[in-house]
Structure formats: C-alpha cells, structure tokens
T-cell receptor, first 115, second 111 residues
Framework: KNQVEQSPQSLIILEGKNCTLQ??????????LRWYKQDTGRGPVSLTI?????NTKSNGRYTATLDADTKQSSLHITASQLSDSASYIC??????????????FGKGTKLSVIP | DAGITQSPRHKVTETGTPVTLRCHQT?????MYWYRQDPGHGLRLIHY???????DKGEVSDGYSVSRSKTEDFLLTLESATSSQTSVYFC??????????FGEGSWLTVV
C-alpha cells in the first residue's frame, strides 16, 4: 500500500529562524513528489514538484530536496516569516496508466511561526 | 491560478437530504478531482474525471456520485447526506505540466 509519512506533526519556531520538514514515502512506481502549503481555511497551493531525476528545487525561501534512493524528501524554509504559518503537505504521485496518476497525500506538518 | 471556484463555500444540511457541490474551472483542464479533508487524514480522493462524461471512483467513493457534462463543471452529489460526510471538500484540476490546483474548499456540516 502506498504511504506518505510526514514529520514532525507540528512545529513552532521563532520568526527569522530556519526549519526543515520531512517526508518519507513508500510509493511505487514513483512519478513525482510535490510539496503544498495550506493556509488555515484555504485550499492547498503548490510550492514545488520534483521528478525522479531532480535532487533539489527552490521556490523563494522554500527549498525541497529529494533522495529517491532512500525515498525521502525534505522542505527547508529559510528566514521564516509569520506568513509561513500553515500546514505543509507532501504528495507523492505514482503513475497508474497512460496519462493517469495516483496521488498519495501525507497528513501534513502544521508550522506555527511566532514573533 | 487555475481559476477554480467552488460553491457553496459553506453549507449546513440535515441527515438524509441530498446535497450537490459545484466546482467550476476556467482553464479547460481535462482532469478534475474531488477530495475530502478530515482531521487525522490526508486528503482522500472521492471521484475524479478525465473528460466530459468520463469519471471514475476514488478511495472513498461510497455515498457520493459525480457528473461532468461540461469541461468546466464537475459536480459532487451526496445522495442522502450522513453525519460521517461532514467534512471539507476540495475540488482540484490538473494542468498539462502535472501541477494540481485546488479550489478554496466547501465546508459541509450534516446535522
């Protein structure tokens, strides 16, 4: 069964500090891995998407890494801001047919940035 | 922004009544999805569509049906709402680059 595990479940950090969120997965056959940010009461918004051959991808202060051998990904947030307070969701895609994909969602890490 | 709008955004309904949630997109995406999000669970797929009149079940499809008569609209219907269907429902659409865009959610409470 495809699974995505995220850690920690929740995290509180001081504004201006860096943090790293983890995602471990057992999904096959792997197609890509995505990180989403979900503000409270809003829909998820895409931060990054990485394929098998990509080790790292950045989007502003967000940097995602992927180790396809160990089936691990991390999302690093640099110089956190209050607006970074949100849930961060790791989503792994498995190809299930021509043009068809099965997405497995992690439960998310809830990040709180405090002044 | 894939121009996805959901309606209604909030609804309270009684057990046993039918409910329809609407998802509208403006970018002509072929693939559309309905998910539910509950505490302690990741987003779970209810149904998806890969074209007009082409739909298929997801992992939690019992008690739900969908219809897609036009590319831009994807409807989710709860035939007879139950308290276990109290949830936040998200519609999504996938572009050709495989980016998935989500709507803002529909909060449904079944009392």
């Amino acid at each position: 069964k495809n699974q995505v595990e995220q850690s920690p479940q929740s995290l509180i950090i001081l504004e201006g500090k860096n943090c790293t969120l983890q995602c471990n997965y057992t999904v096959s056959p792997f197609s890509n891995l995505r990180w989403y940010k979900q503000d409270t009461g809003r829909g998820p918004v895409s931060l990054t998407i990485m394929t098998f051959s990509e080790n790292t991808k950045s989007n502003g202060r967000y940097t995602a890494t992927l180790d396809a051998d160990t089936k691990q990904s991390s999302l690093h947030i640099t110089a956190s801001q209050l607006s970074d307070s949100a849930s961060y969701i790791c989503v792994v895609s498995a190809q299930s047919g021509a043009g068809s994909y099965q997405l497995t969602f992690g439960k998310g890490t809830k990040l709180s940035v405090i002044p | 922004d894939a121009g996805i709008t959901q309606s209604p955004r909030h609804k309270v309904t009684e057990t046993g009544t039918p409910v329809t949630l609407r998802c509208h997109q403006t970018e002509n995406h072929r693939y559309m999805y309905w998910y539910r999000q509950d505490p302690g669970h990741g987003l779970r797929l209810i149904h998806y569509s890969y074209g007009v009149k082409d739909t298929d079940k997801g992992e939690v499809s019992d008690g739900y049906s969908v219809s897609r008569s036009k590319t831009e609209d994807f409807l989710l219907t709860l035939e007879s709402a139950t308290s276990s269907q109290t949830s936040v429902y998200f519609c999504a659409a996938r572009d050709l680059g495989n980016t998935i865009y989500f709507g803002e959610g529909s909060w449904l409470t079944v009392v």
